[in-house]
């Protein structure tokens, strides 16, 4: 079985700095992938970034990016240059591969001008 | 456009009223998922199918039946809805590809049970 674990329920950070969400999660699985999606006030699930277990090194999508330490089984998501827009609720998950997603249990964050 | 389309939105009924929640998805995706999501829990699986006639429950499936009869369509059916069913409710489908990950959202639907 899997487990996600999001140990901030809230964050805040100022508008243009750089904020650091935290995850952990367990697996017996070789094979997965994590993910980091946004979820804003309206609802709507969205990915952010995406992270193969087999691979090395660290997703990145222009202001977001992860530090995936496999043998810690941590997944953070680091967000620099913070925007108005990026305030919403972001939940960690993982899934195996050809199966389920498991979620973490969400990080509000707060994004101050 | 690639999306999940569930409907509807927002939803109020009574207690023991039978309700379905649709959903279907336009991009051939094998696997098909029910979530809930509840504050401070996060997004628990209801139930899940692999591919059609081919349903197995998630973490939380008392209370809800589902059906896959046709790929793209993956209904959720309360048959005796109770308040503890109010919750926000999502679709989400996925490719059963190895290799591939992630899955596509509908919506929601805030469903509350009065």
């Known amino acids: 079985a899997q487990t996600v674990t999001q140990s901030q329920p809230e964050m805040s950070v100022q508008e243009a700095e750089t904020v650091t969400l935290s995850c952990t999660y367990d697996?017996?699985?070789?094979?997965?992938?994590l993910f980091w999606y946004k979820q804003p006030p309206s609802r709507q699930m969205i990915l952010v970034i995406r992270?193969?277990?087999?691979?090395?090194q660290n997703a990145t999508e222009n202001r977001f990016s992860v530090n995936f330490q496999k043998a810690a089984k941590s997944f953070s998501l680091k967000i620099s240059d913070s925007q108005l827009g990026d305030a919403a609720m972001y939940f960690c998950?993982?899934?195996?591969?050809?199966?389920?997603?498991?979620f973490g249990e969400g990080t509000q964050l707060t994004v101050n001008p | 456009e690639a999306q999940v389309t569930q409907n509807p939105r927002y939803l109020i009924t009574v207690t023991g009223k039978k309700l379905t929640v649709t959903c279907s998805q336009n991009?051939?995706?094998?696997?098909m998922s029910w979530y809930r999501q509840d504050p401070g829990l996060g997004l628990r699986q209801i139930y899940y199918?692999?591919?059609?006639?081919?349903?197995d429950k998630g973490d939380v499936p008392e209370g809800y039946k589902v059906s896959r009869k046709e790929k793209r369509n993956f209904p959720l059916i309360l048959e005796s809805p109770s308040p503890n069913q109010t919750s926000l409710y999502f679709c989400?489908?996925?490719?059963?590809?190895?290799?591939?990950?992630?899955?596509?959202f509908g919506s929601g639907t805030r469903l509350t049970v009065v």
């Open positions: 989400a489908s996925s490719p059963y590809v190895r290799g591939q990950g992630g899955y596509t």
């Open positions: 697996t017996s699985e070789s094979d997965y992938y």
């Open positions: 992270q193969e277990a087999y691979k090395q």
């Open positions: 998950a993982s899934q195996v591969s050809g199966s389920r997603l498991t």
């Open positions: 991009m051939n995706h094998e696997y």
């Open positions: 199918s692999m591919n059609v006639e081919v349903t």
